[in-house]
């Protein structure tokens, strides 16, 4: 990873840009409170790098390969959907500071040849690499994140998959003294998702350890969660302890609580709606106004094979 | 127990009044300092549409807190709570169509028609809006009696904003259902019966 000097990628009029997007967007407030018109296309602003209580954001490009900018370490890592902690985005990152991330284990198991019990140090011999990936969220907003991390495909390959093997069930941590909404009954915790076999085995599909060149926060599922960057964001779970091999297709955590809106898949799809809600544009993180959702979040020239002859409204 | 004193009845309008605008410049410091969350245009929305919530229901407290307390000055605050919460709905409003949608009208009825709660909402503020029209004179006096039939659809009003709030949230979310118990509570006290059991002795024209 090419490291790139603060003071380099971090001039201050950029980080003062989303300030001043802000202040306008207040200024707009105000106009409507006046019920005069308003200008409705702002700029947008500029993913800063800015350097966060002395962490130095880094990236090796600060666009995505469409050429959008990187969503700023700051919002990343201070809006986070992660019920185990609270439903307030806003309230993830405080709440999380305490949770024990140390030591940790992953256990791989199930229909596999090798069942393993990783030591998290242990998963640093694959070797992580930079991938810079949208995330968008079933709610209706995205973000562009530069994650560290490694294919999911390495570390099935050395567990070996049985035959039998069709799906991938993962599972995050079940710690309720740490994580105060996991004692609550309206959710079934843990946190359970799943994939198919051959999605798991994709090249896009991350286990990621980090982002912007630091560790994985822990507000952002330390300190290993799947990104599968084709899917909505619940799908990536966070603080995974388990890999299981299975021959069944798993009942993950949403579909459980609302299987009406939550499908196995979740690919996102501009297409097929939530029940309650549109899945056609999103507002990205840092901008106003919204934009177009992209069929499997622009992944589609890598993935769409994967449903090829599958009708995507049912399997949703 | 019945609750007087005359600088409380002086000043307690004139509290609620600057209480009910503090949002606003509130709303725009934060807006400046970059205080909205990583998105500040749907934390713009949910506050305004809160507050717009909250203030309804303090409009419904308003006649249980007389009949049961006997505090007079609840029912002089009762229509400007009422108008405050309209001004927050079209706030709430303003920010949708203008910087979450940016005036694109087509992409915003396809919305209006995909979401339910969208909908939902934007019927409960249609509603609202004779209630906030009638609200002043002369209207009062124009319409007589029928005024109090018109604005009992307040009732209907809230449980529809309720619903808005509860289908606008992911699974999980518990915090709308809250405001539906509270919602339900002010509804069920006035039902007469009970209405004149909570008032007791008091035996004060609701």
């Known amino acids: ?309 599958m009708d995507l409204n049912k399997d949703f | 127990m019945i609750i007087k004193n005359k600088r409380l009845d002086y000043w307690f309008p004139i509290l609620v009044n600057v209480a009910c605008l503090l949002p606003i410049p509130w709303l725009l410091l934060d807006a400046w300092r970059g205080n909205l969350t990583a998105d500040p245009i749907r934390a713009s929305i949910l506050r305004t549409g809160k507050i717009a919530l909250v203030l309804l229901v303090l409009t419904l407290s308003c006649t249980p807190i007389y009949t049961i307390f006997g505090f007079k000055p609840a029912l002089k605050v009762r229509r400007s709570l009422g108008d405050y919460s309209f001004l927050y709905v079209c706030l709430h409003f303003a920010i949708i169509v203008s910087l979450d949608f940016g005036f694109n009208l087509q992409l915003i009825s396809t919305e209006l028609f995909n979401r339910p709660y969208a909908l939902l909402g934007f019927i409960t503020g249609l509603l609202l809006i004779p209630l906030a029209v009638t609200s002043f004179a002369p209207w009062p006096k124009r319409l007589g009696k029928n005024w109090k039939r018109l604005h009992r659809l307040v009732y209907v009003i809230i449980i529809l904003d309720v619903t808005h709030f509860i289908l606008s949230v992911k699974q999980g979310v518990i915090e709308p259902y809250l405001w539906l118990i509270l919602t339900l509570f002010l509804l069920l006290i006035r039902i007469p019966p009970i209405r004149r059991f909570l008032s007791g002795s008091l035996s004060l024209p609701s």
């Not at chain 1, 009406?260 to 690919?267: A, M």
């Open chain 1, 1 to 309: 990873m090419i490291k790139i000097d603060p003071s380099e990628i971090t001039p201050k009029r950029l980080y003062l840009s989303r300030r001043q997007f802000i202040g306008s967007s207040g200024a707009v407030v105000a106009a409507a409170l006046a019920l005069a018109a308003c200008k409705g296309n702002l700029p947008t602003s500029e993913a800063a790098l800015t350097p966060v209580a002395g962490i130095t954001p880094q990236a090796s490009t600060s666009t995505d390969e469409l050429g959008d900018p990187l969503t700023s370490f700051e919002d990343i890592t201070h809006y986070n959907n992660y019920y185990e902690f609270s439903t307030n985005k806003e309230a993830v990152a405080k709440l999380a500071a305490d949770f024990p991330t140390s030591p940790w284990s992953i256990e791989v198991s199930g229909l596999v040849n090798n069942p393993r019990t990783y030591l998290i140090e242990s998963l640093q011999k694959f070797e992580a690499e930079e991938r810079i990936y949208r995330l968008r969220c079933v709610e209706g907003w995205s973000m562009v994140i530069p994650w560290s991390g490694f294919p999911l495909h390495k570390l099935l390959d050395e567990v070996q998959p049985t035959p039998q093997a069709k799906y991938v069930q993962f599972t995050a941590i079940n710690d309720p003294k740490t994580m105060p909404l996991q004692g609550s009954a309206s959710l079934s915790w843990p946190y359970v998702e799943g994939l198919r076999l051959d999605e798991a085995m994709h090249d896009l599909t991350i286990l990621a350890t980090g982002l912007y060149g630091q560790p994985l926060p822990k507000q952002d599922g330390a300190p290993i969660r799947l990104v599968v960057p084709w899917k909505y964001g619940f799908k990536s779970i966070k603080a995974i302890v388990k890999i299981e091999l299975v021959d069944y297709q798993p009942v993950t955590l949403w579909m459980q609580a609302a299987p009406d809106e939550y499908g196995f898949y979740s690919n996102v799809n501009p297409n097929v709606d939530h029940p309650r809600w549109s899945q056609a544009t999103e507002r990205r993180i840092g901008e106003v106004g919204r934009r177009n959702t992209l069929m499997f979040n622009g992944y589609e020239k890598e993935v769409a094979p994967l449903y090829a002859g």
